[in-house]
């Protein structure tokens, strides 16, 4: 049984094939040791059967963001100890004299120079003798550290002395992280703090997943584990753990590769992703029609730059567990603090302080008997009387509850415009696809303030992420820095090829054939930056045309007369998912009445308004219903505002209209 799981701070999905279609299952997280939860999930999905696990996991991002990671010794060309340290000279917060410094992740006392010298070319210059490896060595020993990352200032050029250190350091007993395999390219501050990263993870990743695979195969023979990366595909087990740093954003990844599927299948190519959780909210932009979705190089995940492939994806504290407060101001702030799982919202019947669950609940927007399925009975009395306790000078707890919505909504749209029009792209000609247990709650607020015309609510939202992990291609990455002039665009094939060697003999191991798919990063001669371009050796001048068109779309001009320099090669090896394709059924034109359950009182604006509530598994293809109303289902709860029209397609997918605002929300 093919059985996909997603981590999150508030829950955990299940999501697996059975009978042919996809089923769900949501439990509650455990924070305190993640891998309960996770077998609990797959003990009642699985029932003994064997096992292909898929696994979104939190524990690398949690690791760092709570810099709970192993004692990393980084080693490096002798002179260039503290370049770890010192980084770019650049500052996020550039008028902020009172930013605190970056922490660095290697202490001083476990920075060792290694003397030794290669060349730009990769002509080793100076080698350094057995008898100084010997040295450092001791010196390992004993610095007490747990874990070691070796970057050298050229070994991407040249990996022969990195090799003969690691060879050197065996005999320790500690992981290794060498930065010719995690990251063979030139800027050795962001190769050097990718390399900290991975080893930084490695001892608490490797046991945590060899410990999952073990627990997995003790209930189910023969079973397999692999893990999400944040690029978007799977990996075994085996690697994630030896490569944990292409780990740290996998759970969100799923949910990119979940909402572009449905996308792709409910006709819409151009998508704003809205992924609202318990703790954080991530959004994205795809560009479905071009095969594009947004990928980066250049993210920052606790401070630290990691310069592994990773999808784009922009992530703020704002989630359902958000805890709302008034600072010494009196002003209302919501997040980035969440009550995560434990103690959780009021609501769910031992958290003590506001959330944005809560605000949700006491305005009508959350149904109390039939949370999860009727699985959790959230508890309003508890509620109503704890947020009175913390409304600070608002007059009622309408209004705090519907203030703590206008902030966290504002966070979120936010957020989406640093990935959309802060990036040279209109909204307005994106359809909005909100997941998570939160998105489709506010999906209709966000939609209309940033003028999108559409919202598109996939089946099972709330599980999203464990589904596109489920569907997730296997997919391997590997590059390599040539720093050739533009001129050599012919001449790249044996290049080419050393990578392609290298991923078929990895996936040969793992009993798979992968497809390739080659692209370049170029740059203009003089440039400090490159773009990443698809290449075919049939017809490289095509490469070339798409940088110039590329650079002119990003930055607003271009020259195909100046040179341009080929700056890295990059291979994707790829085996596709499992395809799945949802029934279609013709839609019948319906109004919904058989899927109404009953009317209820919600706050929109400032006054409460009679509802419809519906249940979404009763919905049938055809079916519009019309605003003001609330739609329910196990993962989450879609909310309907006056104005807007939903109709059901032939995937079972809601599809919103927004309408201009209404009376009562103006």
């Known amino acids: 049984m093919r059985v996909a799981i997603d981590t999150g701070g508030t829950?955990?999905?299940?999501?697996?094939?059975?009978?042919?279609?996809?089923?769900?299952?949501?439990?509650?997280?455990?924070?305190?040791?993640?891998?309960?939860?996770?077998?609990?999930?797959?003990?009642?999905?699985?029932?003994?059967?064997?096992?292909?696990?898929?696994?979104?996991?939190?524990?690398?991002?949690?690791?760092?963001?709570?810099?709970?990671?192993?004692?990393?010794?980084?080693?490096?060309?002798?002179?260039?100890?503290?370049?770890?340290?010192?980084?770019?000279?650049?500052?996020?917060s550039l008028y902020d004299w009172f930013a605190p410094v970056p922490v660095c992740l290697v202490p001083r006392e476990l920075r060792f120079g290694v003397p030794e010298r290669v060349s730009?070319?990769?002509?080793?210059?100076?080698?350094?003798?057995?008898?100084?490896?010997?040295?450092?060595?001791?010196?390992?020993?004993?610095?007490?550290?747990?874990?070691?990352?070796?970057?050298?200032?050229f070994s991407f050029a040249n990996p022969e002395t990195e090799r003969r250190i690691e060879l050197a350091l065996r005999g320790l007993g500690l992981p290794i992280s060498v930065s010719h395999r995690i990251l063979p390219e030139f800027r050795e501050y962001e190769r050097a703090a990718t390399t900290v990263v991975n080893a930084y993870l490695a001892p608490r990743m490797e046991r945590y997943l060899l410990h999952v695979k073990q627990r997995v195969a003790d209930h189910h023979e023969s079973s397999r584990v692999a893990v999400m990366q944040s690029s978007g595909g799977i990996i075994p087990v085996r690697l994630a753990a030896q490569e944990p740093v292409r780990t740290v954003l996998s759970g969100p990844a799923g949910g990119v590769i979940g909402a572009c599927a449905v996308a792709r299948q409910a006709g819409f190519d151009r998508i704003i992703g809205f992924d609202m959780g318990g703790t954080s909210t991530d959004?994205?932009?795809?560009?479905?029609?071009?095969?594009?979705?947004?990928?980066?190089?250049?993210?920052?995940?606790?401070?630290?730059?990691?310069?592994?492939?990773?999808?784009?994806?922009?992530?703020?504290?704002?989630?359902?567990?958000?805890?709302?407060?008034?600072?010494?101001?009196?002003m209302l702030r919501v997040g980035p603090e969440s009550a995560?799982?434990?103690?959780?919202?009021?609501?769910?019947?031992?958290?003590?302080?506001?959330?944005?669950?809560?605000?949700?609940?006491?305005?009508?927007?959350?149904?109390a008997e039939s949370f999860l399925g009727g699985g959790?009975?959230?508890?309003?009395?508890?509620?109503?009387?704890?947020?009175?306790?913390?409304?600070?000078?608002?007059?009622?707890?309408?209004?705090?509850?519907?203030?703590?919505?206008?902030?966290?909504?504002?966070?979120?749209?936010?957020?989406?415009?640093?990935?959309?029009?802060?990036?040279?792209?209109?909204?307005?000609?994106?359809?909005?696809?909100?997941?998570?247990?939160?998105?489709?709650?506010?999906?209709?607020?966000?939609?209309?303030?940033?003028?999108?015309?559409?919202?598109?609510?996939?089946?099972?939202?709330?599980?999203?992420?464990?589904?596109?992990?489920?569907?997730?291609?296997?997919?391997?990455?590997?590059?390599?820095?040539?720093?050739?002039?533009?001129?050599?665009?012919?001449?790249?094939?044996?290049?080419f090829a050393e990578l392609e060697q290298v991923g078929g003999e990895e996936f040969a191991a793992d009993g798979l054939e992968g497809v390739v798919q080659r692209s370049i990063d170029l740059r203009y001669r003089g440039q400090?930056?490159?773009?990443?371009?698809?290449?075919?050796?049939?017809?490289?001048?095509?490469?070339?045309?798409?940088?110039?068109?590329?650079?002119?779309?990003?930055?607003?001009?271009?020259?195909?007369?100046?040179?341009?320099?080929?700056?890295?090669?990059?291979?994707?090896?790829?085996?596709?998912?499992?395809?799945?394709?949802?029934?279609?059924?013709?839609?019948?034109?319906?109004?919904?009445?058989?899927?109404?359950?009953?009317?209820?009182?919600i706050f929109f604006g400032d006054r409460w308004l009679p509802s419809k509530v519906y249940q979404r598994d009763a919905m049938r293809s055809g079916e519009r219903v019309c605003g003001a109303a609330m739609i329910l289902e196990y993962t989450s709860s879609t909310l309907l505002p006056p104005g807007c029209i939903a109709d059901v397609d032939g995937y079972g997918n809601i599809v919103i209209h927004i309408g201009s605002l209404s009376k009562e929300e103006a």
Not at 467 to 473: H, M
């Open 11 to 92: 829950f955990t999905d299940c999501v697996y094939f059975a009978d042919g279609e996809i089923r769900v299952l949501k439990i509650s997280s455990t924070p305190a040791e993640p891998l309960l939860a996770v077998l609990q999930a797959v003990t009642r999905v699985a029932r003994g059967l064997a096992v292909d696990l898929r696994y979104g996991t939190t524990v690398g991002t949690n690791t760092m963001l709570e810099r709970t990671g192993a004692r990393v010794a980084f080693i490096t060309t002798e002179g260039f100890e503290d370049t770890i340290a010192i980084g770019r000279q650049t500052r996020s």
């Open 340 to 367: 995560g799982a434990d103690p959780g919202p009021i609501c769910f019947g031992v958290g003590l302080l506001p959330t944005v669950t809560d605000a949700n609940l006491l305005l009508g927007r959350l149904d």
């Open 528 to 601: 400090g930056y490159e773009l990443n371009v698809s290449y075919d050796a049939e017809n490289p001048e095509r490469s070339a045309d798409e940088f110039h068109a590329l650079h002119r779309r990003r930055y607003g001009f271009s020259d195909a007369n100046k040179g341009i320099e080929i700056v890295n090669l990059r291979l994707r090896m790829v085996v596709p998912g499992e395809a799945y394709t949802p029934r279609f059924i013709e839609p019948a034109a319906a109004d919904g009445g058989a899927a109404c359950v009953g009317t209820s009182e």
């Open 120 to 153: 730009a070319e990769g002509e080793i210059l100076r080698r350094p003798t057995e008898e100084e490896l010997a040295t450092l060595a001791d010196q390992i020993h004993r610095s007490g550290a747990e874990a070691v990352a070796i970057s050298l200032l």
């Open 376 to 495: 959790v009975t959230l508890d309003r009395v508890r509620t109503e009387r704890l947020m009175a306790e913390h409304q600070g000078p608002l007059q009622s707890i309408e209004e705090f509850a519907a203030g703590i919505l206008r902030v966290i909504e504002a966070s979120m749209e936010k957020a989406i415009r640093v990935i959309s029009i802060e990036r040279g792209h209109d909204p307005r000609e994106f359809t909005l696809v909100p997941f998570g247990g939160g998105g489709p709650l506010h999906a209709c607020a966000l939609a209309r303030a940033l003028g999108i015309p559409r919202v598109l609510v996939p089946r099972m939202p709330g599980a999203l992420s464990a589904f596109g992990i489920l569907i997730a291609d296997t997919v391997r990455d590997y590059s390599k820095t040539v720093m050739l002039p533009g001129t050599g665009l012919r001449n790249l094939e044996l290049l």
């Open 283 to 330: 959004v994205f932009l795809a560009d479905i029609a071009a095969g594009s979705v947004q990928r980066t190089r250049e993210s920052v995940v606790g401070g630290i730059p990691v310069s592994v492939p990773m999808l784009d994806i922009h992530t703020v504290g704002a989630g359902g567990g958000s805890i709302a407060r008034f600072d010494g101001g009196g």
